[in-house]
T-cell receptor, first 116, second 113 residues
Framework: GAGVSQSPSNKVTEKGKDVELRCDPI?????LYWYRQSLGQGLEFLIY????????KSGLPSDRFSAERTGGSVSTLTIQRTQQEDSAVYLC??????????????FGAGTRLSVL | GDSVTQMEGPVTLSEEAFLTINCTYT??????LFWYVQYPGEGLQLLLK?????DKGSNKGFEATYRKETTSFHLEKGSVQVSDSAVYFC????????????FGTGTSLTVIP
């Protein structure tokens, strides 16, 4: 399809394990965002990629969290040594970038992470 | 820094009632303002937006006006339907912050027949 694709849709892991979450943005979109949505909470910004610029990592909650975006397309969010408080829905969104469409984000369905 | 404050929920209304969900913002520059909606079991999607003061965004019977003087972007609908039951998020984006987005905490709306 033409939308933002995230995988896996659900991930159950044991405390202390590492997990990788993948995001395939809409082709041609230069901006990519990761958010975390905890139960009953709003969206918590994690990291933002724009083109070839250095990413804005100001929202990452700890050094256990990292993200990469390869070739300006696919992105992977990695959580090392997972903790129970990491359990949440992780959302990826992409945006066309500057211009009239600036600011419109297209969201994936999310990855629901459960840390046991 | 930039931020969005959104009306707490949950909100429960009867069908055909009038809806207002309040949203106010703090921004150093001239942000664009958005309402996103998340229907049950679905991902977030853009509902409407406004890019400058006094602009009115509208879609699916919903409206919101960008009020610079009151730093507000309240969402309204004259007659809600059961299908409007969802979580609504106010958001802003500013070129001053590298197009980073700031979302409100979301307001859950349930419309009962």
């Amino acid at each position: 399809g033409a939308g933002v694709s995230q995988s896996p849709s659900n991930k159950v892991t044991e405390k202390g394990k590492d997990v990788e979450l993948r995001c395939d943005p809409i082709s041609g979109h230069t901006a990519l965002y990761w958010y975390r949505q905890s139960l009953g909470q709003g969206l918590e910004f994690l990291i933002y990629f724009q083109g070839n610029s250095a990413p804005d990592k100001s929202g990452l909650p700890s050094d256990r969290f990292s993200a990469e975006r390869t070739g300006g397309s696919v992105s992977t969010l990695t959580i090392q040594r997972t903790q129970q408080e990491d359990s949440a829905v992780y959302l990826c969104a992409s945006s066309p970038g500057p211009g009239l469409t600036r600011g419109i984000q297209y969201f994936g369905a999310g990855t629901r992470l459960s840390v046991l | 820094g930039d931020s969005v404050t959104q009306m707490e929920g949950p909100v429960t209304l009867s069908e055909e009632a009038f809806l207002t969900i309040n949203c106010t913002y703090t921004a150093t520059g001239y942000p664009s303002l958005f309402w996103y909606v998340q229907y049950p079991g679905e991902g977030l999607q853009l509902l409407l937006k406004a890019t400058k003061a006094d602009d009115k965004g509208s879609n699916k019977g919903f409206e919101a006006t960008y009020r610079k003087e009151t730093t507000s972007f309240h969402l309204e609908k004259g007659s809600v339907q059961v299908s409007d039951s969802a979580v609504y998020f106010c958001a802003l984006s500013s070129s001053n912050t590298g197009n980073q987005f700031y979302f409100g905490t979301g307001t859950s709306l349930t419309v009962i027949p």
